[in-house]
């Protein structure tokens, strides 16, 4: 949910009138007698909602349909995805809506009460850990009894951001043993500092704008593909998280990888969203591969449904009060933070880097 009741009541302070869509918190535990004790307007129809809103927040992008019903010169604010969704910005941008994607905020100490990247990040990182954990065959801790000892699982990471290293913090307090790797050897001491054994490979720095990893060229990735079989065939579970933002997921785990597993191994691909970063993956789906699981589920996040949507609801609240500190919408582009994530203005999509996504997106079909 975009919006929950615990955040409503700062709106309220800064003078919104807040409505929603009837049902739409039940699947994330918050029931419509909750937002209305909170003060807001529970409204049954969609269209009548969108069609007098000056602002609609949300979590994903709207679909053309819905773009159609929003008013020009209304303010839309969501993960708009223009990579994979360029029809749907294109047409926020004819309807004269202007629209701001938390994908696109700066990397800043400013923005960081903002960034529902990380904030959701966080949660698939945990959930990773779990899913596998409930998949596989092992404790993963070692267990000393009186039949003798349980080694612990041996569980990998694959990439350390903020997923990552939240995966590696569970997989730790679960017991296992916990490799991990990033082509940003920056992380190195995060790492370490969780218990996890940092891989170095014989590999150049990849670390690109805003600290995330830049898209790799194929050259470098076979090689990493190299050096990394040895260590995906020794885990129980191997958890792939990398992602280049705007651009399909790098294969990190190859079929050959994945059938030099062992029976009952897992790899959960938190990057299945965007291709996956494994060559197996099935987006949405969970597999078995010659005895081994790879677990696809996209959109891990909403697994966690209250506190994905606690987290986003105050990320995105935070963004619309910077955008509107006294009741009203200035878009302002001389504001890091405005600038980077309005993606739509005036009729045009303002956002170069969403540009080059829409242009990628065309040339790819």
Known sequence: MALVPDVVRRLRDASFQVGIEAGAGDAAGFDDDAYRQAGVEVVPDRRALLSEADIVLRVQPPSLEEVAWLRAGSVAISFLQPATEPAVVEALAAQ??????????????????????????????????????NRLGKYFPMLMTAAGTVPPARVLVLGAGVAGLQAIATARRLGAVVEAYD????????????????????????????????????EFLRKQRELLADRVAAADVVI?????????????????????????????????????????????????????WIDGTTNVPSTVPVHASQLYA????????????????????????????????????????????????????
Request: glycine share 8%.
């Open 183 to 218: 082509v940003r050897p920056a992380v190195k001491e995060e790492v370490k500092s969780l218990g996890a054994t940092f891989l170095e490979l014989e590999l150049e720095s990849q670390e690109g704008e805003g600290g995330y990893a830049r898209e790799q060229t194929e």
């Open 240 to 292: 792939t998280t990398a992602n280049v933002p705007g651009r399909r997921a790098p294969i990190l785990v190859t079929a050959p990888m994945v059938h030099g597993m062992r029976p009952g191994s897992v790899v959960v691909d938190l990057a299945a969203e965007t291709g996956g970063n494994c060559e197996l993956t099935e987006p949405g789906q969970v597999i078995e591969v010659g005895r081994v």
């Open 96 to 133: 004269g809506v202007s629209a701001f994607s938390l994908e696109f905020l700066p990397r800043i100490s400013r923005a960081q009460s903002m960034d529902a990247l990380s904030s959701q990040a966080s949660l698939a990182g945990y959930k990773a850990v779990l899913m596998a954990a």
């Open 314 to 365: 105050r990320n995105v609240v935070n963004l619309l009060l910077h955008l509107a500190p006294s009741g009203e919408v200035r878009v302002d582009m001389e504001d890091e933070i405005t600038r980077s994530c309005l993606v739509t203005h005036a009729g045009q999509v303002v956002n170069e880097r969403a540009r080059q996504m829409i242009e990628g997106a065309r040339a790819s079909t």
